[in-house]
């Protein structure tokens, strides 16, 4: 055989093996962007504990939120519940609470990145990372329509090797990235109306700007 031809073969070898991995990775991040519609596609409520990353790091807190917009946010220093057309922002160290008018809310807020990005985002690239002790991998969603969805330039879901279990969100906004971790995510619970309506502890200073 000719030099040429065993140039030939081996080209032909090698272009192989790059479609096959090629087309194994496609079919791994659409496959596990299937998995995740299949689970969260249905997501009328969803209940999280967090902890920030960036771009300030160590905000612990909680949120309880419905797909129509009613939320239950609980952080270090304050409480924040929206009935879908108030917000009260209420402080505890300093005994008053902020009521205002909803007007509209930053898209990177995290129940809205959680109940939109099956719907708004198509999967472009899956690597693995390691977290902790786990092998995770990560899941680059980018807008369909090319564009910035709701500002958000891509959106990139940390999720556990073999699994469905989300462990860390990062949102590009701009040139911000925003990172959350994941401590517990529930869907679907049943959560009380009363949850999402604030009355104001005795001797609490109200500053309605409604």
């Known amino acids: 055989m000719t030099y040429k031809g065993i140039k030939f073969i081996l080209m032909t070898f090698v272009l192989a093996l790059m479609h096959h991995s090629f087309s194994n990775a496609q079919d791994s991040k659409d496959q596990?962007?299937?998995q995740l519609r299949k689970k969260?596609?249905?997501m009328q409520s969803l209940e999280v504990s967090f902890s920030s990353l960036e771009p300030v790091s160590g905000i612990k807190g909680t949120l309880k939120a419905l797909r129509s917009g009613k939320y239950h946010l609980t952080v270090s220093d304050r409480t924040i519940v929206c009935d879908g057309n108030s917000i009260w922002n209420y402080v505890p160290a300093r005994k008053n609470v902020t009521i205002n008018a909803l007007k509209s809310r930053p898209s990177t807020s995290l129940d809205i990145v959680l109940f939109t990005f099956l719907y708004n985002y198509q999967?472009?690239?899956l690597k693995e990372f390691s977290i902790g002790n786990s092998i995770y991998h990560g899941l680059e969603l980018i807008p369909k329509s090319g564009k910035t969805a709701m500002g958000i330039k891509s959106?990139?879901?940390f999720v556990k090797k073999g699994g469905s279990e989300i462990k860390r969100i990062k949102a590009v906004e701009g040139q911000q990235a925003l990172m959350w971790d994941i401590q517990s995510l529930k869907i679907n619970a049943s959560l009380p109306e009363s949850l999402?309506?604030?009355?104001p502890p005795k001797d609490t200073e109200i500053l309605d700007l409604r």
């Open 32 to 34: 596990l962007f299937a």
């Open 40 to 42: 969260f596609g249905s």
């Open 123 to 125: 999967p472009k690239e």
């Open 155 to 157: 959106l990139t879901l």
């Open 196 to 199: 999402f309506t604030f009355s």
